[in-house]
Antibody
């Protein structure tokens, strides 16, 4: 079945970087772009950006420009999201999603 | 950026009630609107795409209407499993913004 499986939880110190992976299966990887969405504790959904898995076109939310990088590895059907210069307010669950399919979420905690 | 405004922020209802949630876009998004349901600790689940197209497996008590800037999600005959938070999202143009969410609680 169609699945997006994300990497495990992370605990990082302020100023560090985190790289979350999202492995797709059950469909042709290059047919669908993927978005990253995050949700801080008790808060709503925040769209971070989108990457084409076909030609690497990218669109980042202005808020994350300069701090986020999204990449793809078509050989493993995996998309990555790296967020740098982490702050405490980056503590959130990070999701990859494709139309009707969401990953299970990756908890990132930023704490000194 | 297109702003998405949901109302109300929270709503309460009893089993069997009808509930309507609205979503307003700051610009014309045609029918590029999705509705999601999220339960605590879970990833969101797509209910409706293209403003009114019910996803496979979603009960028919859920329906979506609207185009342009004004949209509604209606749940007829609330069931216990419907208590959750609902989000709209526009996919007309980047960034694909979400509404702030509507929490549906038991009365």
């Amino acid at each position: 079945q169609v699945q997006l499986v994300q990497s495990g939880p992370e605990v990082k110190k302020p100023g560090a970087s985190v790289k979350v992976s999202c492995k797709a299966s059950g469909y042709t990887f290059t047919n669908y772009g993927l978005s990253w969405v995050r949700q801080a504790p008790g808060q709503g959904l925040e769209w971070m950006g989108w990457i084409s898995t076909y030609n690497d076109d990218i669109n980042y939310a202005q808020k994350f420009q300069g701090r986020v990088t999204m990449t793809t590895d078509t050989s493993t059907s995996t998309v990555y999201m790296e967020l740098r210069s982490l702050r405490s307010d980056d503590t959130a669950v990070y999701y990859c999603m494709r139309t009707a399919v969401w990953g299970q979420g990756t908890t990132v905690i930023v704490s000194s | 950026d297109i702003q998405m405004t949901q109302s109300p922020s929270s709503v309460s209802g009893s089993v069997g009630d009808r509930v309507i949630i609205t979503c307003r876009a700051s610009h014309d998004i045609e029918s590029w609107l999705a509705w999601y349901q999220q339960k605590p600790g879970k990833a969101p689940k797509l209910l409706i795409s293209a403003a009114s197209s019910l996803e496979t497996g979603v009960p028919s008590r859920f329906s979506g209407r609207g185009s342009g800037t004004d949209f509604t999600l209606t749940i007829t005959s609330l069931q216990p499993e419907d208590y959750a938070t609902y989000y709209c999202q526009q996919a007309k143009s980047f960034p694909y913004t979400f509404g702030q969410g509507t929490k549906l609680e038991m009365k």
